[in-house]
């Protein structure tokens, strides 16, 4: 089963715009990743925040955590074409475990 | 891009068949996942193989099984093959050495069940 959900399940924005992706999830965890997935195919790693993190950035994503309220959020700002891709988070309740996936949300840069 | 490699990377099997798919992972990572992705959905965990020894199942029948290779490779196995088996299976390497480890991902092996 699903440990999180995330929100929305498609989002739709004009080049340059922001984008804010929103994962909730139930148990108690490790550290919390974010995935990138084109047409299906591999998952390519974007960025991990440890649980004892609040905020992280990467380039152009930045990466909230609140574990009292069990949830994350992604942004990527100056959005661009080639961000068009569905995103999951990821949790791992011990380091080197299972990974558990939301259901992830498709994200639509339209140029 | 991630030094993960699976084959084949498309596949036909019909009902009760067995299939096999396969892994090369990273130079020196001693550990692999292996997840089921239908379409639509996010993954989901089949097992975990480290130091060629199962190390963790996800909720997934017996017919589901799994091998480690000294060589960084592996494999997943499925006997019986149902329709609900048809999905993107992929397979995830990463060093366990007590940190933060980063799963890679490979490209994945799509596999329609008719």
């Known amino acids: 089963s699903q440990q999180g959900e995330e929100d929305p399940q498609a989002l739709s924005i004009q080049e340059g715009e922001n984008a804010t992706m929103n994962c909730s999830y139930k148990?108690?965890?490790?550290?919390l990743q974010w995935y990138r997935q084109n047409s299906g195919r591999g998952l390519v790693h974007l960025i991990l925040?440890?649980?004892?993190?609040r905020e992280k950035h990467s380039g152009r994503l930045r990466v909230t955590l609140d574990t009292s309220k069990k949830s994350s959020s992604l942004l990527i700002t100056a959005s661009r074409a080639a961000d068009t891709a569905s995103y999951f988070c990821?949790?791992?309740?011990?380091?080197?475990?299972?990974?558990?996936f939301g259901e992830g949300t498709q994200l639509t840069v339209n140029p | 891009e991630t030094g993960v490699t699976q084959s084949p990377t498309h596949l036909i099997k019909t009902r009760g068949q067995q299939v096999t798919l396969r892994c090369s992972s990273q130079?020196?990572?001693?550990?692999v996942s292996w997840y089921q992705q239908a379409l639509g959905q996010g993954p989901q965990f089949i097992f975990q193989?480290?130091?060629?020894?199962?190390?963790g199942r996800g909720n997934f029948p017996p017919r589901f099984s799994g091998l480690q290779f000294p060589n960084y490779s592996s494999e997943l196995n499925v006997n019986a093959l149902e329709l609900d088996d048809s999905a993107l299976y992929l397979c995830?390497?990463?060093?366990?050495?007590?940190?933060?480890?980063?799963?890679?991902f490979g490209p994945g092996t799509r596999l329609l069940v008719l």
């Open positions: 995830a390497s990463s060093l366990v050495a007590g940190g933060q480890e980063t799963q890679y």
């Open positions: 148990t108690s965890i490790n550290n």
């Open positions: 925040i440890r649980s004892n993190e």
């Open positions: 990821a949790t791992e309740e011990t380091s080197g475990s299972r990974l558990t």
């Open positions: 130079s020196g990572h001693n550990t």
């Open positions: 193989y480290y130091r060629e020894e199962e190390n």
